[in-house]
């Protein structure tokens, strides 16, 4: 089955700068990535995804870049923000299945 | 639109009851539905998937009978937690699929915060 991996576990940066969150993904049968932002106590939002005829997907300050054949997907979140504090988890789809398997997720903690 | 609510948002219980909590996509359809366990500071686990009009898929380790799963109609589907203990506490989220647009992207309720004395 499909397994994803998420690094790094917790980031700090400082508002202005850039965060960068990567994840690997095992099934090369995996074609949406979507990643979704969790406050404490609050339900996952999506923020972004990309699918697997896509490299890279840009909305505002944050973009998605997928490497299909070394088969890992990253976020990138420019000009951070305070509000930008919260756990990100990615997440793989496979084709034609129904489970999205998540990313054990990383906490970012942007400093004013 | 894509809107998923869940009720209760928090249940306390003694340990032996049963809790039931709802959810519901409020503005489409859904034909799958997905219940996941998240303990404090940890990622989402799946338990369950659920579809309209035929029995749940449980994951590896969750128990059926323990965690009973009920997909009545194309906006609800019901977890019920059945002789509660206290390891059972936890946030319990559902997520729907939207059939209609027949994407793989999931909305998320908001989660239910079961403690169980």
Known sequence: ?112 | GAVVSQHPSRVICKSGTSVKIECRSLDFQATTMFWYRQFPKKSLMLMATSNEGSKATYEQGVEKDKFLINHASLTLSTLTVTSAHPEDSSFYICSARDGDRGTDTQYFGPGTRLTVL
Do not use: M
């Open chain 1, 1 to 112: 089955g499909e397994n994803v991996e998420q690094h790094p576990s917790t980031l700090s940066v400082q508002e202005g700068d850039s965060a960068v969150i990567k994840c690997t993904y095992s099934d090369s049968a995996s074609n949406y990535f979507p990643w979704y932002k969790q406050e404490l106590g609050k339900r996952p939002q999506l923020i972004i995804d990309i699918r697997s005829n896509v490299g890279e997907k840009k909305d505002q300050r944050i973009a998605v870049t997928l490497n299909k054949t070394a088969k890992h997907f990253s976020l990138h979140i420019t000009e951070t923000q305070p509000e930008d504090s919260a756990v990100y988890f990615c997440a793989a789809t496979p084709s034609g299945g129904f489970k999205t398997i998540f990313g054990a997720g990383t906490r970012l903690f942007v400093k004013a």
